[in-house]
Structures are given as C-alpha cells and as structure tokens.
C-alpha cells in the first residue's frame, strides 16, 4: 500500500490492493478459527456417542457453526462451510470412519447449518434472544428443532441406503443429538458472540461464576451417579443461576451440565434405561430437555426484567443528570464521611476543580467557605448540615475557588438519608450571588441617594439628622442645618437647557463637598435645593463661618459646555436645639431662612429668627 501526501495543488491517492489484502486474511482467520472449533467440538461429540453399547446423545458442532456463520456474506459462508466440511470429514475419519461413509455424513450437517443459518438471517431472532421467554421459544424452535429435520431426514435414507444402520434409529440418535447439541450450546455461543470481550472477562475473574459452574458440574456428578431420578436433580443448580446470574453465565452452566452427563453416559457411569420400541428413543431425550429448557426460559424472564429495571433506574438517572447539568445552581453531594461523589457542571465551574479530580476528595478540601464579614471558615461542612438545626435554609457566605479568587455565594445544606434515617451523605447547594449582591447594594444606594449627584436625598438626610439628635441630646452638644437654593437657576435650564442645568447642580455638589468636614453631610432634597448637616458647632458664629465658605465656592464662575455660568446661593441657618428639637422643625425652619435671604437680596446667608 503507497500513501501518497499531496503537496499544494495535488490530491490524495492510495495504490495497491491493501483492503482486499485484508479482508482475504480475516476471511482465513474465520475459517481456520471455524476448522478448529467445528473440529474439536466434532471429535468431543464422535467419542461421546461412539462408545459400544450407546447411542449418539449429543452433537454440538454444528450449533457452534451456525452461531459462527449468521450474519455472514454469501462469499464468506461458502468458504466457512467449506472449513465446516473439513472438519466435518477429518473428524470422521479420524474414528475410523471409510472415506465413502465419511464423505455422506459431510452434506447432511451442512444441510443443518445452512437452515439454521438461513433462518436466524431472516427472522433476526438471535438479536433478540433474551427480549422475552416467548421470542427465546421461537429461537429454539427457529436455530434449534427444526434445521435438524432436513439433516436427520437425508443423513438416516444416506446411511441406511448405505448399509450404515437402519433409518429410523439414525434418524432418532441424529436428531436428538443434534437437538441436545443445540440446546446447550447455541444459547452460549450466541450469547458469547454478542457480548463484548471485556465483560466476558469481568465475568470469569468473577467468584460467583465459578462457583455456579462449581455446583452445576457436582451436582450433575451426584444426581446421575448416586441419586434416584437424576434429572429433576440437575435442574436445581441451573435455577439458582438463573435467578442470580446473568443468561451468559446460565448457557455456560447449561453447557457443563450437558457436557458432564454425556461424558458420564460415554464411559458407562450412567446408562438410560432400556428402549423396548423405537419411538421410545424420544424418552432419553426428553428429560435432558426438560432439564435445561425451563432453567434457560426462567433466565430469559429474570433478564427481562432486569434489563427493564436497569432501564428504568438508567432512564431516571439520565434525567437527574440532565436536571443538575441544566439547573443555574451549584450541587455537590458527599458520602457519609464527607467526600464528594458528585459535581455538576456549575460546581465545577465556581470551584476551579474538574469532576474527576474532585471526586473523593474532602469536600472542605474542595469548597472553601468564609464568612462575609469576619472572614473566617465558616466550618466543617459536613458538622453544620449534620447538627441539631442543620441548614436547610440559605446562608450568605464566600466561596473560595481552586485558585483562590473569591466569589459571594449563597448556600444551602441539607443531609441525604434513606427511608430508614440512615445517612447517605450530604447535598450542598449554592449560587454565585456577586452580581445580585452589587445590585442589591446598588439599588440600595439609589434609594438612600440622589440619582443626578449622589448625594444622600431626603430619606437619608432625615435619618442623619436623627442620628446627629440623638447624639446631640445624649452629649449636650449643638449642631447646624443649613438650607442652599440656587438663585435664578430656572433661568439657567431655560436658556441653556436641562442638561447644562444638571451637569451645573453636579459641579454645585462638590464644591458643597469641597467646603466641608468629613464628619459633615451635604443632601440634596430636590431641584435647586440642598442641605448641609454641621455637626458639632459651638455657635451662630461657626455656621455662619461655614455657610460664608460655600457662598464664596458655589459663586465662582462654572464653566459648562463654553459657557461661563454664574449662579449664587441663598442660605439657611438654623441651630439645634434652639430653631427646633426634630428633625422636620430643624428642615423648615432652616428653609424659613433661607427664604428671608432670598428676600433680603440673595446671595447671603440669614439665620432663623422666630417670628414675634
């Protein structure tokens, strides 16, 4: 074969005839594999029925020819056929068989496999051989009972047209033969044939399969050795598997049992009882039939059901995976010592660790926790979903990820237990709640704060000039409110327009900001209009100082949009606890002065004076 890799411009070409090279070597495989097992099998089966004194009471060859051959080509049939028949012949010969007898028995076992092949091509029953008991019947009744008919027909009139026996008696040994052959063996090779070598092998390192096939082949040894009515014996080993095995460890159990009583009936250990009319050949059959059949049905249903079963828990475990891979949150669920058994996609995304490399692992280890505040380990997960009050609720907490960036989370614990209270472990459910924490926070902003400057608004004002009371009283100490109201500012809106207007009332903000302590507040209340929290005044004269300030900043010409704009203000004073002893009477009587200002001439600053 030349593999030819093209350069720019060039396609791709293959020469030399290498598939068909292939193919011809898998196809001499098959066959040598055919010649050798339809031998063997051929020569265990001549010396179980060759014995003097017995009849021939198994024949698996050709079971094991057709669960090789169906499904095969037309061109790959005739080639293993043809390895069938050598086999077939060399087999015969090899017991002692002329050539001429040996040579007519080679048609009428291919005629048997050739139909049973045939059959199970068209009705596709050995790919439903264990879908229920009623289809396993039709597979036996199918690859089973009746391929044998042609071939017993022809090789009874071949032989006893030959002098080989008489036909009837043939005919009976050729069919049950083949029949008990079948029986046993086809189910296994089949079964062998559609399972996959991996767990044909699990199940040979299995104790369990050894131990079965133990007690069939020790059983059959008792029953037909020492035990009256020896075949309902052989049963009961075949039931036990059946009701605890696989199908694929029950044919195996099927086949050492059919294998070990035909070597007993070979060497004479155990002898049927005698025929007294032809027709009676049929009641050696039966009871072996008997035998195996009911325990393969049984097998069929057992698996049935369990492959329903495995179905249905596989159908809802799929499901439970699907929800967990779909949901927004993350779960991570543990074992009862606290290792993780599960992640899902989410998880794995906020924690930084891949499923399988979680798995196992403490959950501790993998999902770290810290309180928001104190920034400590919220404790040993598996202690808060298992104490007194565990936390089936949500609690806010931090989330460290694998390389330590840290996320807001919110989390909820809950332990697993089954029906009986035991505990299975414990489910662990969170969120990242970063963005809905910043928007919490912002929104609470917005609602404690004006939109346009930022300054508190008149909820928050009112609330700190509760504060500032409540501190004053306790302290004895004085404090200033002062109403600002910009002087003709609806001018400046109407001839500028609003957005000149607004950016004017930002820079009026910080230069109120700029002309004050830290520990003062400036609000605004709305349109023109802000105030100023002075904590912490010893008299008028302070204020006045203060109010002094912002007059001189606010005035100073703000440039907006190439326009040099000049507004003033007018401002209010009022003291507590003199000018009021609450925080609206503080507001409206500071309002009350700045209104005089404004009367007077504005640009100034008036302080409140009760009216006489």
């Given amino acids: 074969m030349k ?67 169906v499904e095969q080509s037309r061109r790959r049939a005739v080639v293993l056929l043809m390895a069938a028949g050598a086999a077939n012949l060399l087999a015969n010969l090899a017991f002692g068989d002329p050539w001429h007898t040996a040579a007519l028995l080679i048609p009428p076992n291919l005629l048997d496999i050739m139909v049973g092949t045939l059959l199970l091509n068209r009705t596709r029953l050995h790919r439903r051989l264990t879908d229920s008991p009623a289809t396993f019947g039709r597979f036996m009744l199918i690859a089973v009972a009746l391929p044998p008919l042609a071939g017993a027909t022809i090789g009874a009139i071949t032989l006893q047209a030959s002098g080989g026996g008489e036909a009837l008696r043939v005919w009976f040994s050729w069919y049950g033969g083949s029949v008990l052959g079948g029986i046993a063996l086809l189910p296994l090779a089949i079964s062998v044939r ?110 049935q059901a369990r492959v329903a079963s495995e179905a249905r828990y596989r159908r809802l475990y799929e499901r439970l995976q699907v929800t967990l891979h779909s949901i927004a949150d993350a779960v991570i669920t543990t074992d009862p010592a606290g290792r993780i058994q599960y992640l899902n996609p989410v998880a794995e995304t906020l924690t930084g660790w891949a499923s399988g490399e979680a798995v196992g692992r403490p959950v501790d280890e993998v999902c770290r926790v810290i309180g928001e505040t104190d920034r400590l380990p919220v404790g040993d997960t598996m202690n808060r979903a298992l104490g007194e009050t565990p936390e089936v609720g949500t609690t806010e907490a931090v989330l460290v990820d694998r390389l330590g960036r840290e996320i807001a989370i919110e989390e909820s614990l809950s332990p697993i237990r089954d029906s009986s209270g035991e505990l299975l472990g414990v489910v662990m459910v969170f969120r990242d709640v970063t963005d809905a924490r910043a928007t919490a926070s912002r929104l609470s902003h917005l609602a404690r704060h004006d939109a346009l400057t930022g300054l508190p608004n008149r909820a928050l004002i009112l609330d700190r000039l509760a504060q500032n009371i409540r501190f004053a009283q306790r302290a004895g100490s004085r404090f200033a409110v002062l109403f600002v109201d910009l002087d003709h500012f609806k001018e400046v809106n ?20 700029a002309s ?75 309002d009350t002065a700045m209104y005089r200002a404004k009367t007077a001439g504005r640009h100034r600053c008036e302080a409140y004076e009760p009216a006489v």
């Fill in 494 to 513: 109407d001839h500028l327009g609003h957005a000149v207007g607004d950016e004017l009332l930002r820079e009026v903000a910080d230069r109120l900001v």
């Fill in 194 to 303: 559609t399972t996959s070598c991996t767990t044909i092998l699990r199940r040979l390192r299995s104790a369990s399969t050894w131990a079965l096939l133990m007690l069939a082949v020790g059983t059959t040894l008792v029953a037909l050795l020492r035990l009256p009515f020896p075949f309902v014996y052989l049963a009961l080993p075949l039931v036990i598997a059946a009701v605890v095995d696989r199908f694929l460890i029950v044919a195996v159990c099927v086949f050492a049992t059919s294998l070990t009583a035909g070597t007993l009936i070979a060497q004479g250990l155990f002898l049927p009882p005698p025929f007294t009319a032809e027709w009676q050949h049929a009641l050696f059959y039966l009871p072996q039939i008997a035998t195996v059949v009911p325990a393969l049905l049984l097998s069929v249903s057992v698996e």
């Fill in 3 to 69: 593999l030819q890799v093209p350069t720019s411009g060039e396609t791709l070409s293959v020469e030399g005839p290498a598939e068909p090279a292939f193919v011809a070597s898998r196809l001499r495989t098959a066959a040598l594999t055919l010649f050798l097992a339809y031998g063997v099998l051929a020569l265990v089966g001549l010396y179980l029925s060759r014995q003097p004194g017995n009849i021939a009471t198994l024949w698996y060859a050709n079971a094991a020819a057709i669960a090789f051959m």
């Fill in 516 to 590: 004050l302590r830290g520990s003062d507040t400036v609000g605004r209340l709305g349109g023109d209009e802000f105030v100023v929290l002075l904590s912490h005044v010893d008299d008028d004269r302070d204020a006045a100082d203060v109010a002094a300030k912002i007059l001189a900043a606010v005035s100073v010409p703000h440039h907006i949009g190439g326009h040099a704009i000049v507004v003033t203000p007018s401002i209010g004073i009022a003291m507590f606890p003199r000018d009021g002893q609450d925080a609206a009477t503080l507001l409206a009587n500071a």
